[in-house]
Structures are given as C-alpha cells and as structure tokens.
C-alpha cells in the first residue's frame, strides 16, 4: 500500500473541538496544514491538481485548492512546480498573490495519460487505514439505544408497544435481524427508523485510497450530508474537508440486488471503483427489503455472507485481484413477507438472532393509524364512520386488518374528493367507494 512516509497525521478529536458537536460523537477529523498529513504519497497530489486544471480549465490557486479540498500551501508548492516544469503557466494575476493557472500544452498531454489512469477528479481521497479507524471509533456497536431512544425514532409513527418491546433488545444489540410478516404491515417503515435510535452523525470520507486506487465512497443518493460541509479549506472550517458530516445511513436494497452488488464495482472506462453496498451502509444500516425475491438465491446470500455476520468483517478485491479486509459494521435487517425457514438453513438463522413477526394491528391499533393519518392529511376523524368501516368491511368479510389501510384507503377518498371537487370528508359512502377501488381483486 502506498503511503507517505513517513505519515504525519493529527489525532482524531473529541467532539467538544468539533463546530457543531453531536450528542455522541467517538470520531472527528482535525484540519491538515501539509500534505504530509495526509498520509497520501505526493505523486497523487501532482496527479489530481493537473487533472482539476485540464477538466476545470484556468483556475486559481485557492480554488484548486477546494475542489481538491486540500490546504492551499501544498497545491500552491505543486503549481509552482508545475509552472517551473514548464507544464502550467499564469495565465492572470488573482486576489491575494494568488495567479490563474492553466495547463500548457505539455500539461494537456500529461493531464490526458494521467486520465487514461483514473478519471477521478475531486476531494483528494483518504487512506484505506484512516477509514478503519474511522468506522471502528464510529460503529453501531458503540451506541446501546435505550427505550427513550427507540421511542423517540419511532415517534412520528404508530407502533404497539409489545413491538417496541421486541424490536428494542434487537436494535440494541447491533446485530442482525429478521422482520418477516404479511405485507403492508409496516416492516420497512420499521427498518428505515431503526437508524435513528443510533443517534450521532458520522463522518465519512469523500473517496478512499487503497493500494494505487482510488473508491469514490460518498455517494448523495445513499449518504444524507448534515449541514454545510463541502469540501472547502478557504472558510477556516475546523476539519479536514476530505471527510463529510453525514447521517447514519440507511441503504435499502430489494429486488435488484445481485452477487455484483457485493463487491467493488469497478469501472474500465473511468478506472474508478465504486464500494458495494454492504460498504456504503458501515456504521448504519442495511436493509435486505422483500428477501427472498432477490435475482440471486437465497443461499447464494448465505454463502456469501455467513463468515462477514459472525466475524464483522468482509473481503474484498480490487481491480488488480488483491483482496483488503474491510469492516463489516452494520445492523443488517432481512424484510420479508416469507417465513425465514423457507428461504434460509438453521446455520444462517444462528447468525441473524432476532426474528420478529410483524403482525396484523389489533382494532384498537388501527382505529390510532386511522386517527393519526388523517391528522396527517387534516381531514376530520369520524369514529362512527370508522366503526362502520372495521364491522362491515373487515369483521363481517373476514378481512385482515393491515397498518397500510388507513394511509391507502384516505389517499383514495382524497382523490374522490378532488375529482368530484368537493371536501374530503370521512363518510359511510366515502369509505364503500374507496374499499371498492382498493380491494377490487384483494
């Protein structure tokens, strides 16, 4: 693995010296001066600052400096070097002593095989070790969610408290666990709020570098960034920008997921690598949604997964073949309508030790989803209207009840309502039209 040598790098600091302090926070990423304390080797730095120029045409020193989010000394020693090597010259004078810099035609043609080795242009990465380091100060199994917790990341939703009392000891272990049960029962609501009982933000890097490559690890559709922390060293912000603030994540991945998904995605045209799933989710969650429905086995998954589960860590390949450990530090929640038995051994079921049956809402339950989702949609409840609803259409048919109903059934009355152009109200023969539409062949 390449590194500096030798690294100098600040220790992680407490979260008191961080601007904006979380309630719990183990990991935080001080600010570099030199590029030494990157712990990056410097023909990478050289790389990246003659790539930003080629993509970004003239640029000042400060603003290389940002979109690499690097401190301006060590790029501006770089483009003083460059010009001296007659590979960049000033093309203007800027603010501050600073000059616009732009690529010679040598430059261009240096810049072009620099691409042809990796297309990545952005936040100079982080080293492999510093991302460990990072996920261990910050994993799951860290944070021992209590009732409060649990009950506040629940509480924008109606859940029973025998299911709080189930799925609490679960989510505090951090280990994995199954919700199975009828669908439209609320597993993956379930699965998406179980992230929030582990509280504190983290910190992820923008891009990893391991062995002569470089993985572009933040990823805006998975991530959530808190605040505003773009990669930017001109502000005097109190961290190293190379790293970003985000919430625990949440990756929910269902019917597409594949073998290839598991493993680094490397591109051949880009020559850039991209994590896999289980990677993107360290230090949050993952949700397997509809399990069992996968385009891959079942047991495929098993094989794959049973030593990551017991041991916390995964092996990996790059482009090159070499294989990396890497952490495997997520609470992995296996959603499905099918009984765990069907799809997966006694040896899988070991490692996965809790499994709870999400079950159909007891009337009472579902008179409180009633209630509060049409809070939610500010339309009046009507308990008569709703008794005729459970005895006529539920009780007297046989019907299961299910935690989707109520949403489903007044989203159908709000549409009635607006097609008609009339109030939406809960009445007896706005329920038939709705139970009409939405059970038609259920």
């Not at 969650?285 to 098993?302: E, K, S, Y």
Request: aromatic share 10%; with cysteine.
């Amino acid at each position: 693995m390449q590194v500096a040598s030798p690294p100098v790098r600040p220790s992680p600091r407490q979260a008191e010296s961080a601007p904006e302090p979380c309630s719990v926070q183990r990991f935080y990423p001080p600010p570099i001066e030199e590029w030494r304390e990157t712990g990056l080797p410097g023909t990478l730095l050289e790389a990246l600052v003659i790539k930003c120029l080629f993509t970004s045409g003239e640029q000042t020193g400060r603003n290389v400096s940002k979109a690499l989010a690097l401190p301006p000394k060590p790029v501006l020693d770089v483009l003083q070097s460059l010009k001296n090597a007659q590979l960049a010259y000033y093309k203007d004078s800027a603010t501050m002593g600073d000059f616009q810099y732009a690529l010679s035609e040598a430059g261009r043609d240096r810049a072009r095989k620099l691409l042809d080795e990796s297309m990545y242009v952005g936040a100079a990465p982080v080293p492999f070790e510093y991302y460990v380091e990072s996920v261990s100060a910050q994993s799951i199994t860290t944070e021992k969610p209590g009732v409060k917790e649990v009950q506040a990341a629940f509480s924008d939703v109606v859940i029973s408290d025998a299911m709080q009392r189930r799925l609490g000891p679960a989510i505090n272990s951090g280990r994995g666990l199954f919700l199975y049960g009828a669908p439209g029962n609320g597993k993956t609501t379930m699965a998406e709020r179980i992230t929030r009982c582990f509280g504190s933000h983290i910190w992820i890097p923008h891009a990893i570098y391991v062995d002569g490559e470089i993985i572009k690890f933040y990823d805006p559709q998975s991530h959530i960034a808190v605040g505003s922390n773009g990669p930017s060293v001109l502000k005097g912000e109190n961290y190293d920008p190379r790293w970003i603030k985000i919430e625990r994540p949440t990756i929910i991945v269902g019917g597409e997921l594949t073998m290839e998904s598991l493993e680094l995605q490397f591109n051949p045209f880009t020559k850039i690598t991209e994590p896999s799933v289980q990677l993107k989710s360290n230090c949050g969650t993952l949700v397997i949604d509809d399990f069992g429905r996968q385009r891959m086995a079942p047991v495929d998954l098993l094989n794959r997964w049973i030593v990551p589960l017991e041991k916390r860590f995964d092996y990996l390949s790059l482009s090159t073949g070499t294989k990396i450990q890497v952490p495997f530090d997520q609470l992995i929640i296996f959603s499905t309508n099918l009984e765990p038995r069907e799809l997966v051994d006694d040896a899988f079921l070991r490692r996965i030790p809790y499994k709870i049956n999400v079950l159909d809402p007891p009337v009472d339950q579902y008179r409180d989803l009633m209630k509060f989702t049409a809070d939610l949609f500010n339309i009046e409840y009507v308990h008569d209207v709703v008794e005729d609803l459970i005895e006529r259409h539920y009780l007297q048919c046989n019907r299961p009840l299910r935690c989707c109903h109520p949403r489903d059934l007044l989203l159908q009355i709000i549409n009635i309502a607006a097609y008609n152009e009339c109030e939406v109200k809960m009445t007896k023969e706005a329920f038939d039209a709705a139970v009409d539409n939405y059970f038609a062949v259920m």
